[in-house]
């Protein structure tokens, strides 16, 4: 079945750094999420790709719809503190697909 | 505030017992999914239905079953409970079952603790 690998599993970020995360997959995909959660609450939607090549902000963050359909990227600038939860990809090829999510966690 | 309900917020039962936990979806969304999340695991499916209907089945156990009411709310059954299923559990809605119409809104979820 259609599976996504969401990388890294898990950063510490200090505040002020740029952070980067993405999803690939074997399969084509029409659509990618990109959601944030926080703990004990539900996936919040951050970004949705739906074209090839798209490039999409939102504030300070940035998401790339990959030109192959098979991945996506998604870049948080100046990171702050209330940055920290878990991150999801999730794309739409003929039912939406999950990655296992990236863990945001603050330096100390 | 993503518009999609799930009410109760916490619910806390006893192994054996039966719940029924409720959503309603974003004004105006045909779709409503289910998923369950375990502590510290990904989001599982376990089924979708599209206007009534049942669209899509996941990882759903045969104590569970839901349903999509003509008014488009929805409700998951879980019965004879075990202390694994306490998780999350979260209700998303679409407006649709392909294309744009894919891109889900998560509702608060609820939380089942099973003692």
């Known amino acids: ?108 | 505030d993503s518009g999609v309900t799930q009410t109760p917020k916490h619910l806390i039962t006893a192994t054996g017992q039966r719940v029924t936990l409720r959503c309603s979806p974003r004004s105006g969304d045909l779709s409503v999914y289910w998923y369950q999340q375990s502590l510290d695991q990904g989001l599982q499916f376990l089924i979708q239905y599209y206007n009534g209907e049942e669209r899509a089945k996941g990882n759903i156990l045969e104590r569970f079953s839901a349903q999509q009411f003509p008014d488009l709310h929805s409700e998951l059954n879980l019965s004879s409970l075990e202390l694994g299923d306490s998780a999350l559990y979260f209700c998303a809605s679409s407006v649709a079952a392909g294309g744009r119409g894919y891109t889900q809104y998560f509702g608060p979820g609820t939380r089942l603790t099973v003692l």
Do not use: H
């Open chain 1, 1 to 108: 079945g259609q599976q996504l690998n969401q990388s890294p599993q898990s950063m510490f970020i200090q505040e002020g750094e740029d952070v980067s995360m993405n999803c690939t997959s074997s399969s084509i995909f029409n659509t990618w999420l990109w959601y944030k959660q926080d703990p004990g609450e539900g996936p919040v939607l951050l970004i949705a790709l739906y074209k090839a090549g798209e490039l999409t902000s939102n504030g300070r963050l940035t998401a790339q719809f990959g030109i192959t359909r098979k991945d996506s990227f998604l870049n948080i600038s100046a990171s702050i503190p209330s940055d920290v939860g878990i991150y999801f990809c999730a794309g739409n090829g003929n039912k939406l697909v999950f990655g296992a999510g990236t863990i945001l966690r603050v330096k100390s």
